[in-house]
């Protein structure tokens, strides 16, 4: 479908209002691929979003580029199979840093400790997948396997330093910016939009991030925090 939007198109001479256009055009003729170049022009809208979930409705997560990290790796792995890779690592993450706490060394060491037990914490797993007739799934998704466990190390990080309540906050709000990124980014609606009117879609994007850099009201979930408060 998006194919033959891209081969319909009729783009006109460069300018201002086509230069995007031209641009991805001339960069599939010389042998690009159109999926990775809307890919390219989606990640920043999926970053803003983030942005404005962060700013406006008051998710946290773990900062803006971790989800999006993540969401990408599940445009890999699929959704629901790179939440059920997530989850593994982070239960590994969990028991060794209970393993761990009282460990007195310092916090950089405690760390690549942690990733090295959460690196061989996961081949019992490994040898789980043969009997369920999943290898391929870990075969095809190494490298996003080893991308989740190096974002793992920032959920460990607030595991060590902050109690278990914020911790499970802050990953479960982490998850649900990175399910928020991954819909933007395999979106075929705003992969269409893109493909017909990426100049217009950049500019929204540069207007939303200015709008939300200026931002200084309460957030969402804030108004129900100080609720009381408000009343009076």
């Given amino acids: 479908m998006l194919e033959e939007i891209f081969l319909n198109q009729q783009l006109g001479s460069w300018g201002l ?22 890919l390219l022009l989606l990640l920043p809208l999926a970053i803003t979003l983030v942005a404005l979930a962060r700013y406006l409705v008051g998710i946290q997560g773990l900062g803006v580029f971790t989800p999006v990290m993540m969401a990408v790796v599940f445009l890999s792995t699929g959704i629901i199979p790179g939440l059920l890779l997530f989850l593994i690592i982070l239960l590994i993450e969990v028991l060794v840093i ?10 950089i060491a405690k760390m690549a400790l942690v990733l090295l037990l959460v690196c061989l914490g996961f081949f019992p797993f490994l040898l789980l997948s043969t009997k369920f ?27 060590l330093r902050k109690n278990p309540k914020k911790a499970i906050r802050a990953t479960v709000e982490t998850l649900i910016l990175s399910s928020l990124a991954f819909f933007v980014l395999s979106s075929l609606v705003l992969r269409r939009m893109m493909l017909l009117y990426p100049e217009a879609m950049i500019l929204l994007v540069a207007i939303l991030d200015i709008w939300i850099g200026q931002f200084t009201g309460l957030r969402m979930l804030e108004y129900r925090r100080f609720r009381k408060l408000l009343k009076k």
């Fill in 17 to 38: 209002t086509n230069f995007l256009r031209q641009a991805i055009h001339w960069a599939v003729a010389h042998g690009y691929s159109l999926e990775v170049l809307l």
């Fill in 98 to 107: 209970l393993l761990l706490r009282k460990l007195k060394i310092h916090f």
């Fill in 133 to 159: 007739n999943t290898t391929s799934l870990f075969n095809s998704a190494l490298i996003p396997i080893l991308i989740l466990i190096l974002i793992g190390e920032n959920v460990a990080e607030v595991q």
